[in-house]
């Protein structure tokens, strides 16, 4: 494309024959006029031996659900330029989910811009300097992640940079309330989606395990494998002759196989709260509870984002909408669990024992 670019202007040089004209800093610079030839704002100009260059200083983004981000781009002329120039801006968006097809995302001009289909209204320009066209996102939503591509066009000259969106999560263990290995991959997904998350893909447990997160059972994966990730070899756990690592079974069948799982949860778009209560709670009592403070008790997923993005840090057991009892920690201090910070679990207690309660509620 860009020979084919070169060609052209090559051959419209030959053309127009006059036109070159040599400017005091040794740049040869060779204008040429489409349209109707006057030189007004309808003519593209391509710049001869002026390059446009397109960059990012941040080629991998991450960033946490129902937060903003900013994709990086920022593109500059070499020599650079004494007067402003038109120049367009796109960005095009490829999901993770969709290797194929690149869709638009928006398009600027100037003051002027255009945003399309789910990004209509989320996303405008930063151009906080000339040459800034990086692309803020507000609110992130679930699906956003994957590559985008900011291109610059000018005339017949374009340049683009690609940057990857992630989202910056946390990855949870999580077993049936009946107990260990219990769970085929269809309910392991649903388990997940239940504590307001989703099964964890390989890349989102190989970074927990490289975060440090060391759990003995197996879990199934996004992908249908069954794996666990051990940072201490231990006889308890597979043994001391394998090194450090995610262990994998292998693609499992789905609906036979039977093991935990691990989700994964990037939210940040409510507050999770240990309620203030005079007095412990059974499992029916927190439920309501919870409601009558115009929330609802918290889900597991929940309580990990708080903890991991909010730092919510709270030495009290607390029942969860699962039936589950948990608190987190980021201080680990004495009486307060182990000595590594973490979501602490009780398991599921009888429901008519008596705890403290974790609400979540989403403020508009
Ligand atoms: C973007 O998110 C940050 C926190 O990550 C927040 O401080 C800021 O106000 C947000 N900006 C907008 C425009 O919402
Ligand atoms: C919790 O206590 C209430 C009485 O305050 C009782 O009606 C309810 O059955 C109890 N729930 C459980 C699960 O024990």
Redesign the pocket.
């Known amino acids: 494309m860009r020979i084919l670019r070169h060609l052209l202007v090559l051959l419209m040089h030959l053309v127009l024959g006059s036109g070159a004209q040599r400017f005091s800093n040794g740049y040869y610079y060779q204008d040429i006029i489409h349209g109707n030839g006057n030189g007004n704002d309808n003519g593209e100009i391509y710049f001869h031996k002026i390059r446009l260059h397109v960059e990012s200083p941040e080629t991998l983004v991450s960033a946490?659900q129902g937060?903003?981000v900013t994709l990086p781009c920022h593109y500059r002329y070499e020599p650079a330029l004494s007067e402003p120039r038109r120049t367009r801006v796109k960005w095009f968006w490829q999901p993770v989910s969709d290797e194929g097809r690149e869709r638009d995302v928006m398009v600027a001009i100037g003051t002027r811009h255009r945003s399309y289909g789910d990004f209509k209204g989320r996303v405008r320009l930063r151009r906080s300097a000339p040459g800034d066209a990086s692309l803020?996102i507000?609110?992130l939503q679930s699906d956003d992640t994957g590559r985008y591509r900011c291109e610059i066009i000018d005339g017949l000259e374009d340049e683009s940079v690609t940057v990857h969106l992630k989202f910056r999560g946390v990855v949870f263990p999580y077993h049936s309330p009946r107990g260990r290995y219990l769970m085929n991959f269809h309910e392991a997904k649903e388990a997940c989606e239940k504590q307001d998350a989703h099964l964890a893909t390989f890349e989102q447990l190989y970074a927990a395990w490289e975060e440090g997160l060391d759990w003995c059972n197996a879990g199934w994966l996004m992908d249908g494998t069954a794996q666990y990730p051990v940072v201490v070899p231990r006889e308890a756990c597979g043994g001391t002759d394998l090194a450090p690592g995610v262990r994998s079974y292998g693609v499992r069948d789905k609906s036979l196989d039977r093991f935990d799982a691990f989700c994964f949860t990037s939210s940040i778009r409510g507050e999770v709260y240990f309620l203030q209560h005079p007095i412990k709670l059974n499992f029916t009592e927190a439920a309501e509870v919870c409601q009558n403070d115009g929330g609802r008790i918290a889900k597991v997923g929940q309580l990990y984002a708080a903890w991991r993005f909010v730092g919510l840090d709270q030495c009290d057991a607390g029942w969860l909408a699962d039936g589950s009892v948990r608190y987190p920690i980021i201080q680990p201090r004495m009486n307060c669990g182990t000595s590594e910070p973490g979501v602490r679990s009780f398991g599921f207690p009888p429901k008519h024992l008596k705890h403290g309660v974790y609400c979540y509620k989403v403020h508009w």
């Open positions: 946490v937060s903003n803020f507000n609110p």
